[in-house]
């Protein structure tokens, strides 16, 4: 498989050219870049995060300021307010993160904090009674506000960063266990056993297979912690069944249903390819008649599912698996998509399931050339 970072179109020289002239290039998470300070605002576990504190925040002062001698605090109106400051604050800063990310750090937090306090005074010049005209008696009036919500909104981007911080070791801890799952040394030593006896009989087949090798560690030695275009995944994944095809010849079928797969969704590099093997391992190779293994790719509205199904084994394994590709891609997911992102297993009809579901999120840069598969090369 071709490196991805190697095939750039006309528009993306031109686009790289313009913008080394008109200042460096920003650098990415994975040269050592600092994490950005507007959390994810798109993503629907860091709306849960920021609406659920405040509407409670709420509720825990309606029930403490009448303890505290308060005779009237109007409660709802207030909630009203806080969300809407809230939810319009998350669907401004959803797009202009992309835009703000990778600028000055004070530039970041101008964004983070500015938008929230100019909803603020949108909504309490709308929604409340100001006092009677006069500038000093304005801003005494808003000025609280303001600064109430910059604090708020400091205090849940401050705690959304942390969070993303220490996700950090688990990142590295799951990408580990992944690269350390999917090496298995009998995938490598059997590859190279078919490799071997396809050397006198057929050499150019057996330079192929190996072609297809090198592509696979290629990528499984790459860092996984970008994003990929799901036309390369799923290249992979062919990949990596033609050589399984060799092994296990007729015993292996494969029928791909990707009529509706958007080929420019992005997902976390070697995330499908694990679930393929898997297949592979407990469906086709246990069973001494052929097997085929089904791979469904469509987008439904705004997310992309994945099913893969293969046959159950006709008796029960003596050693029952550990899950681990299954608990390693889930938990990628989590990391990579929060709350969005699902993986769910189901076995009926002879047939085992696992589908794969997480948001249509586009490819910044459709590249116009992708090398495309062909078992033959």
Known sequence: MSDPGSVVSAEGMSAGASAQASGPPRRRLTDGADLPVLPDCCNLGTMVRVLLPLNLGVVLLGWLLPAAGVDYWPMLETALRVDAVAAASLLTLCPLRRSVNGAPRWAQWVVGLGVPSAFTVVVAVASAQPPAPGMAVFATWLMPRVLLAA?????????????????????????????????????????????????????????????????????????????????????????????????????????????????????????LQP????????????????????????????????????????????????????????????????????????????????????PYRKERRRRNARRPFDPDR
């Open 151 to 271: 604090g708020v909104a400091w205090a849940l981007i401050e705690y959304l960063r942390l969070r993303q911080l220490s996700l950090q070791p688990s990142q590295a801890e799951g990408r580990l266990q992944a690269l350390q799952a999917r090496i298995r040394p009998h995938f490598l030593f059997n590859s190279l056993n078919t490799v071997l006896g396809l050397m006198r009989s057929d050499p150019r087949k057996a330079e192929r297979t190996l072609e297809n090798l090198a592509d696979l560690f290629r990528v499984f030695m790459k860092d996984s912690r970008e994003l990929v275009p799901l036309d390369d995944e799923v290249l992979l994944c062919k990949e990596y069944l033609t050589i399984e095809k060799l092994r296990l010849a007729d015993r292996l079928g494969v029928r791909w249903e990707l009529d509706g797969m958007p080929g420019d969704a992005l997902l976390p590099s070697l995330l």
């Open 275 to 358: 679930l393929v093997e898997n297949a592979v391992h407990h469906g086709i190779e246990p069973n001494q008649a052929p097997g085929e293994i089904r791979v469904s790719i469509v987008k439904s509205g705004d997310r992309v599912r994945v099913e893969i199904a293969n046959p159950l084994p006709d008796a029960p394994p003596t050693r029952p698996g550990n899950h681990m590709a299954l608990s390693n891609v889930r938990e990628r997911l989590d990391l990579t998509f929060d709350v969005e992102g699902q993986l769910e297993t189901s076995s009926a009809d002879g047939q085992f399931r696992v589908i794969v579901q997480f």
